[in-house]
Protein backbone atom coordinates (compact mmCIF):
# COMPACT_ATOMS: atom_id res chain seq x y z
CA UNK A 1 0.00 0.00 0.00
CA UNK A 2 1.30 3.50 -1.11
CA UNK A 3 0.32 6.83 0.93
CA UNK A 4 1.29 10.46 -0.15
CA UNK A 5 1.19 12.56 2.62
CA UNK A 6 1.55 16.70 2.07
CA UNK A 7 2.61 19.14 4.61
CA UNK A 8 3.10 22.70 4.81
CA UNK A 9 0.16 24.20 4.21
CA UNK A 10 -1.04 27.23 5.57
CA UNK A 11 -2.51 31.29 5.60
CA UNK A 12 0.04 33.83 4.28
CA UNK A 13 0.01 37.40 2.94
CA UNK A 14 0.31 38.45 -0.71
CA UNK A 15 4.08 38.61 -1.67
CA UNK A 16 4.74 36.14 0.94
CA UNK A 17 6.00 32.27 0.39
CA UNK A 18 5.00 28.79 1.28
CA UNK A 19 7.02 25.40 0.65
CA UNK A 20 5.09 22.26 0.31
CA UNK A 21 6.41 18.67 1.04
CA UNK A 22 5.15 15.17 0.11
CA UNK A 23 6.35 12.46 1.19
CA UNK A 24 5.71 9.15 -0.56
CA UNK A 25 5.60 5.94 1.99
CA UNK A 26 4.58 2.12 1.71
CA UNK A 27 5.43 -0.52 -0.79
CA UNK A 28 7.76 1.76 -3.72
CA UNK A 29 9.74 0.22 -6.17
CA UNK A 30 9.96 3.18 -8.05
CA UNK A 31 8.90 6.83 -8.56
CA UNK A 32 8.45 8.21 -11.84
CA UNK A 33 7.11 11.76 -12.34
CA UNK A 34 6.07 13.33 -9.17
CA UNK A 35 3.60 16.59 -9.63
CA UNK A 36 1.31 19.11 -7.80
CA UNK A 37 -1.95 20.15 -8.86
CA UNK A 38 -4.48 22.76 -7.05
CA UNK A 39 -8.38 22.96 -6.85
CA UNK A 40 -10.98 25.48 -5.93
CA UNK A 41 -14.67 25.18 -5.22
CA UNK A 42 -16.31 25.11 -8.47
CA UNK A 43 -13.20 24.43 -10.48
CA UNK A 44 -11.68 21.79 -12.39
CA UNK A 45 -8.40 20.52 -10.91
CA UNK A 46 -5.49 22.62 -11.93
CA UNK A 47 -1.94 21.61 -12.34
CA UNK A 48 1.03 23.77 -10.84
CA UNK A 49 3.87 21.19 -11.69
CA UNK A 50 5.75 18.34 -12.42
CA UNK A 51 9.35 17.09 -12.02
CA UNK A 52 10.38 13.77 -14.21
CA UNK A 53 12.28 11.41 -12.53
CA UNK A 54 15.53 12.67 -14.15
CA UNK A 55 14.90 16.22 -12.96
CA UNK A 56 13.16 17.89 -15.82
CA UNK A 57 10.25 20.37 -14.71
CA UNK A 58 7.56 21.96 -16.16
CA UNK A 59 4.99 24.54 -15.05
CA UNK A 60 2.15 26.20 -16.28
CA UNK A 61 2.62 29.85 -17.55
CA UNK A 62 0.44 31.25 -14.39
CA UNK A 63 3.29 29.80 -11.33
CA UNK A 64 6.16 30.24 -14.13
CA UNK A 65 9.27 32.07 -12.45
CA UNK A 66 7.49 32.25 -8.82
CA UNK A 67 7.19 28.03 -8.13
CA UNK A 68 10.05 25.73 -8.00
CA UNK A 69 9.12 22.28 -7.99
CA UNK A 70 11.74 19.63 -6.49
CA UNK A 71 12.65 16.20 -5.38
CA UNK A 72 15.00 14.03 -3.05
CA UNK A 73 14.64 10.95 -4.38
CA UNK A 74 16.35 9.47 -1.16
CA UNK A 75 13.29 10.68 0.86
CA UNK A 76 10.31 9.78 -1.76
CA UNK A 77 9.50 13.79 -1.21
CA UNK A 78 8.52 16.22 -3.55
CA UNK A 79 8.53 20.22 -2.94
CA UNK A 80 6.79 23.33 -3.83
CA UNK A 81 8.57 26.56 -3.34
CA UNK A 82 6.05 29.63 -3.55
CA UNK A 83 7.29 32.69 -3.88
CA UNK A 84 5.34 35.75 -4.76
CA UNK A 85 1.98 34.41 -3.61
CA UNK A 86 -1.31 35.76 -5.19
CA UNK A 87 -4.73 35.46 -3.95
CA UNK A 88 -5.66 33.60 -6.63
CA UNK A 89 -3.02 31.16 -5.62
CA UNK A 90 -5.43 30.16 -2.90
CA UNK A 91 -6.66 26.53 -3.19
CA UNK A 92 -6.36 22.32 -1.92
CA UNK A 93 -3.17 21.55 -3.14
CA UNK A 94 -2.68 17.77 -4.25
CA UNK A 95 0.32 15.68 -4.52
CA UNK A 96 0.67 13.32 -7.40
CA UNK A 97 2.99 10.55 -8.18
CA UNK A 98 3.43 8.00 -10.65
CA UNK A 99 4.21 4.89 -8.37
CA UNK A 100 5.77 1.12 -9.33
CA UNK A 101 5.57 -1.09 -6.22
CA UNK A 102 7.17 -3.94 -8.16
CA UNK A 103 9.73 -4.71 -10.84
CA UNK A 104 6.61 -6.46 -12.72
CA UNK A 105 3.65 -4.05 -12.08
CA UNK A 106 3.33 -1.09 -14.44
CA UNK A 107 3.16 2.43 -12.05
CA UNK A 108 -0.19 3.70 -10.71
CA UNK A 109 -1.35 6.99 -9.98
CA UNK A 110 -1.25 7.87 -6.25
CA UNK A 111 -2.55 11.47 -4.96
CA UNK A 112 -2.37 12.82 -1.50
CA UNK A 113 -5.12 14.09 0.92
CA UNK A 114 -4.42 17.80 -0.04
CA UNK A 115 -3.31 20.98 2.04
CA UNK A 116 -4.85 24.24 2.26
CA UNK A 117 -3.20 26.99 0.81
CA UNK A 118 -4.47 30.89 1.68
CA UNK A 119 -3.39 33.63 0.21
CA UNK A 120 -4.46 36.79 1.69
CA UNK A 121 -4.44 40.04 -0.34
Known amino acids: QVQLVESGGGLVQAGGSLRLSCEAS????????MAWYRQTPGKRREWVAT???????SYPDSVKGRFTISRDNAKNTVYLQMNSLKPEDTGVYYC???????????????WGQGTQVTVSS
Open 96 to 110: YAKIATSRWEYPDDY
Open 26 to 33: GSIYSINA
Open 51 to 57: IQIGGTR
